[in-house]
């Protein structure tokens, strides 16, 4: 009970330190596949240099795999409505996240930086949803903030308490009740 209680405020702290750079600076610090990346590190609250690297790596791929797919198939194009049956746009857009995937899967796995909320961001640049390039930086910068943010929470927390994380009864770290 403990460690899913502390593993979902964590991850809502996590998040919500995005939402207030979001809010302040009007741009779109927080994202559909943030979500999973915050709920990654909080579910498991070590902080190391080659998971840092192997998040924000991954969605570095992800959007430039996606900013490049969308570029180069579907510029123009977002999935903003259901483009009607056979329509030209909604195959572009199709065709877009695949080859995103597709880039975005091999790149994860040849650079060994596999995180797989990553696959959804490379979506949400090749559907035209956050498609400039200066729209993919600030998708990058946000999960270099989460994940800096989180590795100070780390060192705080090791300084207070003496380790990274508590450790949990086995009983909370299943699907028990409670």
Same mark, same amino acid.
């Given at each position: 009970?403990?460690?899913?209680?502390?593993?979902?405020?964590?991850?809502?702290?996590?998040? $919500?330190?995005?939402?207030?750079?979001a809010w302040a600076t009007?741009?779109?610090?927080?994202?559909?596949?943030?979500?999973?990346?915050?709920?990654?590190?909080?579910?498991?609250?070590?902080?190391?240099?080659?998971?840092?690297?192997?998040?924000?790596?991954?969605?570095?791929?992800?959007?430039?795999?996606?900013?490049?797919?969308? $570029?180069?198939?579907?510029?123009?194009?977002?999935?903003?409505? $259901?483009?009607?049956?056979?329509?030209?746009?909604?195959?572009?857009?199709?065709?877009?996240?695949?080859?995103?995937?597709?880039? $975005?899967?091999?790149?994860?796995?040849?650079?060994?930086?596999?995180?797989?909320?990553?696959?959804?961001?490379?979506?949400?640049?090749?559907?035209?949803?956050?498609?400039t390039p200066s729209e993919?930086?600030?998708?990058?910068?946000?999960?270099?903030?989460?994940?800096?943010?989180?590795?100070?929470?780390?060192?705080?927390?090791?300084?207070?308490?003496?380790d990274a994380h508590p450790?949990?009864?086995?009983?909370?770290?299943?699907?028990?009740?409670?």
């Amino acid at each position: 009970m403990r460690r899913r209680l502390g593993t979902s405020l964590y991850a809502g702290l996590l998040f $919500t330190v995005l939402g207030l750079v979001a809010w302040a600076t009007g741009q779109p610090f927080v994202f559909p596949s943030l979500g999973p990346s915050a709920f990654v590190l909080a579910f498991d609250r070590r902080s190391e240099r080659e998971r840092a690297v192997r998040v924000v790596g991954s969605h570095l791929i992800g959007g430039l795999a996606g900013l490049a797919a969308w $570029t180069v198939v579907a510029d123009g194009a977002a999935l903003t409505a $259901t483009p009607p049956a056979f329509s030209p746009e909604g195959f572009r857009l199709t065709a877009s996240a695949v080859v995103s995937l597709v880039a $975005t899967s091999w790149a994860m796995i040849a650079t060994g930086t596999v995180h797989p909320p990553a696959c959804a961001t490379t979506l949400i640049v090749s559907l035209g949803l956050l498609s400039t390039p200066s729209e993919v930086a600030i998708i990058v910068a946000s999960v270099t903030v989460l994940v800096a943010f989180h590795a100070a929470v780390i060192l705080v927390f090791k300084r207070l308490v003496g380790d990274a994380h508590p450790l949990y009864g086995r009983d909370d770290a299943g699907g028990g009740a409670g």
